[in-house]
């Protein structure tokens, strides 16, 4: 028996449709939603995923029926700062938030406010963003300071709790008791990062509790070794810790290195990873030359990248994998559609700072994008790092998006000359290496082929792979 054949129009498969759905930008989306109703369901979604309060301000000009809608599309909220903008946010059909951002003390209503937004979404929450504006207030003494823990827990007392999603949280500029946080582990067993930024743990703990899921910690230095021979260190609650954030910003490094090592010791055996912040430099030499034992990460500020510090790290050589300094510029981003300014703080350094990768032979990633590299330099010695995945660097003479593009093209046709001749299929002769190019662009792509590991590269303009 025949059957009549059937046949429909591409883009009137509703599994097409929703695939294309997540492969545009928010206008393409608008733009696809008013095609038809069926398409208006797989692209609405698009458009409302990610609210960024800076990027759509007139987000606060809807009614709280579009809101209520079209809400539980909303999955990140980016900036809520002010008491209009959270308190849009305060709709139930805002009920399946994966990411939120959110200012929680600017004042009374807006703390009841954002609270309200944490606790509905609690459930599906897998990102949290808490912050607090400076104020000249004592944030001890003020209410709207301190976290209602409960807020962040599913279902408390329910008969069938639900537990968190939370994955990553961060607390910045505000007020926590001891045992608000081991309430806040217990009740967040998927938690892998905490981030207490400049937040104060205050009070006397009256039980103990171990996360030994979170991986990533960070605090002010203080904080993290109090002062008083009697306080707890924040460490204790962290058996699994990997990774150490800590800061210090407008007061003296008086903590002795010897306490500091033998908390870690005690409390961190696996700890191997520090993100050192601070406004003298000192910490970041204490830490390389007396506190860390078998270090695999080190980040710190540019300015701090020196001669000195660049020889404490090599007591580290045989544990280091990943050397990077922090970003702080705003405007920064390694996908811009121009090219990225450099400093040349490190000009003098340039020749010491070659000494990590030609000395560290499990190195994985070297992240510098405020060095510009001299290829003469980087010719003189053999980098040992035959791992190297990531390299975020500047090289001198790069210093046009169409230089840059040139030595990337170039790489990767090594790239793909290699996997050809590895798997025993012939090169065409126009496509083998031009040995007499002696170009920049040349140099720098054969320099990358020597890391057969290599995939993300940064060279001022955009982050490339090999394919």
Same mark, same amino acid.
């Given at each position: 028996?025949?059957?009549?054949?059937?046949?429909?129009?591409?883009?009137?498969?509703?599994?097409?449709?929703?695939?294309?759905?997540?492969?545009?930008?928010?206008?393409?989306?608008?733009?696809?939603?008013?095609?038809?109703?069926?398409?208006?369901?797989?692209?609405?979604?698009?458009?409302?995923?990610?609210?960024?309060?800076?990027?759509?301000?007139?987000?606060?000009?809807?009614?709280?029926?579009?809101?209520?809608?079209?809400?539980?599309?909303?999955?990140?909220?980016?900036?809520?700062?002010?008491?209009?903008?959270?308190?849009?946010?305060?709709?139930?059909?805002?009920?399946?938030?994966?990411?939120?951002?959110?200012?929680?003390?600017?004042?009374?209503?807006?703390?009841?406010?954002?609270?309200?937004?944490?606790?509905?979404?609690?459930?599906?929450?897998?990102?949290?963003?808490?912050?607090?504006?400076?104020?000249?207030?004592?944030?001890?003494?003020?209410?709207?300071?301190?976290?209602?823990?409960?807020?962040?827990?599913?279902?408390?007392?329910?008969?069938?709790?639900?537990?968190?999603?939370?994955?990553?949280?961060?607390?910045?500029?505000?007020?926590?008791?001891?045992?608000?946080?081991?309430?806040?582990?217990?009740?967040?067993?998927?938690?892998?990062?905490?981030?207490?930024?400049?937040?104060?743990?205050?009070?006397?703990?009256?039980?103990?509790?171990?996360?030994?899921?979170?991986?990533?910690?960070?605090?002010?230095?203080?904080?993290?070794?109090?002062?008083?021979?009697?306080?707890?260190?924040?460490?204790?609650?962290?058996?699994?810790?990997?990774?150490?954030?800590?800061?210090?910003?407008?007061?003296? =490094?008086?903590?002795? @290195?010897? &306490?500091?090592?033998?908390? /870690?010791? $005690?409390? +961190? *055996?696996? #700890?191997?990873?520090?993100? %050192?912040?601070?406004?003298?430099?000192?910490?970041?030499?204490?830490?390389?030359?007396?506190?860390?034992?078998?270090?695999?990460?080190?980040?710190?500020?540019?300015?701090?990248?020196?001669?000195?510090?660049?020889?404490?790290?090599?007591?580290?050589?045989?544990?280091?994998?990943?050397?990077?300094?922090?970003?702080?510029?705003?405007?920064?981003?390694?996908?811009?559609?121009?090219?990225?300014?450099?400093?040349? =703080?490190?000009?003098? @350094?340039? &020749?010491?700072?070659?000494? /990590?990768? $030609?000395? +560290? *032979?499990? #190195?994985?990633?070297?992240? %510098?994008?405020?060095?510009?590299?001299?290829?003469?330099?980087?010719?003189?010695?053999?980098?040992?790092?035959?791992?190297?995945?990531?390299?975020?660097?500047?090289?001198?003479?790069?210093?046009?998006?169409?230089?840059?593009?040139?030595?990337?093209?170039?790489?990767?046709?090594?790239?793909?000359?290699?996997?050809?001749?590895?798997?025993?299929?012939?090169?065409?002769?126009?496509?083998?290496?031009?040995?007499?190019?002696?170009?920049?662009?040349? &140099?720098?792509?054969?320099?990358?082929?020597?890391?057969?590991?290599?995939?993300?590269?940064?060279?001022?303009?955009?982050?490339?792979?090999?394919?």
């Amino acid at each position: 028996m025949a059957f009549p054949a059937t046949t429909k129009k591409v883009f009137e498969l509703p599994e097409l449709t929703h695939r294309l759905s997540r492969f545009v930008t928010v206008q393409d989306a608008i733009s696809c939603a008013l095609v038809s109703k069926a398409w208006t369901e797989h692209f609405i979604s698009v458009i409302w995923f990610k609210i960024d309060f800076d990027v759509h301000p007139r987000f606060l000009n809807l009614s709280p029926d579009i809101v209520a809608k079209h809400g539980h599309h909303i999955r990140i909220i980016v900036d809520a700062k002010t008491l209009p903008q959270v308190s849009i946010l305060a709709n139930s059909g805002v009920n399946g938030l994966r990411d939120l951002k959110i200012e929680t003390a600017a004042s009374a209503s807006q703390h009841v406010r954002a609270y309200e937004i944490v606790f509905r979404n609690n459930h599906s929450l897998e990102d949290l963003n808490l912050t607090a504006i400076n104020t000249t207030v004592s944030k001890q003494d003020s209410t709207a300071h301190y976290v209602p823990v409960s807020a962040l827990i599913p279902s408390l007392g329910s008969s069938s709790p639900t537990l968190s999603k939370l994955q990553r949280l961060r607390i910045q500029n505000m007020c926590l008791t001891h045992d608000s946080l081991a309430f806040v582990l217990q009740g967040c067993p998927r938690l892998s990062q905490l981030r207490l930024s400049f937040t104060d743990v205050v009070g006397t703990p009256t039980q103990s509790f171990q996360h030994a899921g979170v991986k990533v910690f960070g605090s002010t230095l203080k904080s993290i070794f109090p002062d008083e021979p009697t306080g707890t260190s924040l460490l204790s609650y962290f058996p699994g810790l990997t990774t150490l954030s800590t800061y210090n910003y407008g007061s003296s =490094h008086s903590i002795p @290195s010897a &306490r500091i090592k033998d908390d /870690i010791t $005690r409390y +961190c *055996p696996h #700890l191997s990873g520090y993100h %050192l912040e601070d406004s003298t430099g000192a910490i970041v030499l204490n830490f390389l030359t007396d506190i860390a034992n078998n270090m695999s990460e080190i980040v710190c500020l540019l300015r701090h990248i020196s001669s000195e510090t660049i020889t404490a790290m090599l007591l580290h050589q045989a544990t280091l994998k990943i050397v990077k300094h922090f970003n702080f510029e705003q405007d920064f981003d390694f996908e811009k559609e121009e090219i990225a300014k450099v400093g040349d =703080h490190l000009q003098l @350094s340039g &020749r010491f700072l070659q000494l /990590i990768p $030609r000395c +560290c *032979p499990d #190195l994985e990633e070297l992240r %510098l994008f405020g060095h510009e590299m001299d290829m003469d330099v980087v010719e003189q010695g053999k980098w040992v790092c035959h791992d190297l995945k990531t390299l975020r660097i500047r090289i001198k003479g790069l210093d046009t998006k169409e230089k840059i593009l040139k030595a990337i093209a170039l790489w990767r046709k090594g790239c793909w000359r290699r996997w050809r001749k590895n798997a025993g299929t012939s090169v065409a002769a126009e496509d083998e290496e031009d040995e007499t190019d002696m170009s920049i662009e040349a &140099r720098v792509a054969r320099h990358l082929l020597k890391f057969d590991k290599l995939w993300w590269v940064w060279l001022g303009y955009q982050t490339w792979t090999p394919i």
